[in-house]
């Protein structure tokens, strides 16, 4: 991404270790939003779509492995790594059939950590996004970033071309802001910034005013009809 590699939801009950977390993950170019306890981490991944969750098992509420198990009942794979004090075999079992990805036991290398979230999130892009992206008249090919509409091709900057990557990736599917600058930006919070519509008006002069970006009223765009 131009400014991010997205954003990392980091769900840890201990204020040092989160910070360390969050410095490691923003050294590497993680956008990073950092929830206290796991009901606050449940309702952060679900509105803001990170391109990985980092949790810590043992959480006030309700624990990091119960919010793993609500992510995957309903069908959410966001890319999950528990990060636990506890080191038993049954623990690693449980956490890996519950659908989390990686497994690592305090204490931990933040460095590795940090690496470990990065190469877990460029194998999940790899994995669910293709190289060329076509709707309509529309091409997007990832591996050159360039896009042609038609038989012409269309300059886009690098965060016009993230923004429309990410949205031809879900067609129909309406996103809000925040969960586009979270997604795009890395950026956790909204606070009524106007960068996701100024990015979406530029697209909009580039495709077309009548092309695939479709705004939803009270709540943010999508790419393709309805």
Do not use: N
């Not at 590795?112 to 999940?124: F, I, Q």
């Not at 960068?195 to 530029?202: G, N, R, Y």
Request: charged share 25%; hydrophobic share 45%.
């Amino acid at each position: 991404m131009s400014d991010s590699r997205g954003l990392v939801v980091v769900v840890e009950d201990e204020p040092t270790i989160a910070d360390v977390e969050r410095i490691y993950l923003a050294d590497a170019g993680f956008g990073v939003h950092i929830a206290r306890d796991g009901r606050a981490g449940l309702e952060a991944i679900r509105s803001l779509h990170p391109v990985a969750a980092l949790i810590d098992i043992g959480l006030p509420g309700i624990d990091g492995i119960e919010v793993c198990a609500q992510l995957r009942a309903v069908g959410d794979w966001t890319p999950v790594v528990f990060v636990t004090a506890r080191d038993a075999e049954v623990d690693r079992v449980l956490g890996l059939e519950l659908g989390a990805d990686d497994y690592v036991t305090k204490p931990f290398s933040a460095r590795e950590l940090a690496a470990r979230v990065k190469g877990l999130v460029r194998r999940s892009q790899q994995s669910l996004q293709s190289d060329l992206l076509v709707v309509g008249d529309l091409r997007l090919d990832q591996r050159s970033r360039t896009v042609r509409l038609a038989d012409r091709a269309v300059d886009l900057t690098a965060t016009e071309f993230d923004l429309l990557a990410y949205l031809m990736g879900s067609p129909g599917q309406v996103f809000s802001r925040s969960q586009l600058l979270a997604a795009v930006w890395g950026v956790a919070d909204y606070r009524g910034s106007r960068t996701v519509d100024v990015h979406v008006a530029q697209l909009r002069a580039k495709l077309g005013d009548t092309g695939p970006l479709r705004t939803v009223r009270g709540v943010g765009y999508a790419f393709g009809p309805a």
